[in-house]
Nanobody, 118 residues
Framework: VQLQASGGGLVQAGGSLRLSCAAS????????MGWFRQAPGKEREFVAA????????YYADSVKGRFTISRDNAKNTVYLQMNSLKPEDTAVYYC????????????WGQGAQVTVSS
């Protein structure tokens, strides 16, 4: 599976962005998908995950209620809608694929920069 993230950019605090992650390959619908982020000088951290069917979602406490992960298996795409953005959300965001929820993420996209100005 090859992953390509897009949709990053510069936004003011309180604004919104939607990240997309397009996947190649026919088996996209078999994978659980996740979003992670890494801020400068910090370790990569989990943001959100969604099961292969979209029926289960999980969020980091720091984004719960503000971010929404979704997927469209017909389009081989997973999304991360980010609302009420804060400067501390500034990071490079990565999408990743795993065969099972909670398993190791085996495939990673190249990352999309999100910058939130105060």
């Amino acid at each position: 599976v090859q992953l390509q993230a897009s949709g990053g950019g510069l936004v003011q605090a309180g604004g919104s962005l939607r990240l997309s992650c397009a996947a190649s390959g026919r088996t996209f619908s078999s994978y659980a998908m996740g979003w992670f982020r890494q801020a400068p000088g910090k370790e990569r951290e989990f943001v959100a995950a969604i099961s292969w069917s979209g029926g289960s979602t999980y969020y980091a406490d720091s984004v719960k209620g503000r971010f929404t992960i979704s997927r469209d298996n017909a389009k081989n795409t997973v999304y991360l809608q980010m609302n009420s953005l804060k400067p501390e959300d500034t990071a490079v965001y990565y999408c990743a694929a795993a065969l099972l929820m909670g398993a190791t993420y085996d495939y990673w996209g190249q990352g999309a920069q999100v910058t939130v100005s105060s």
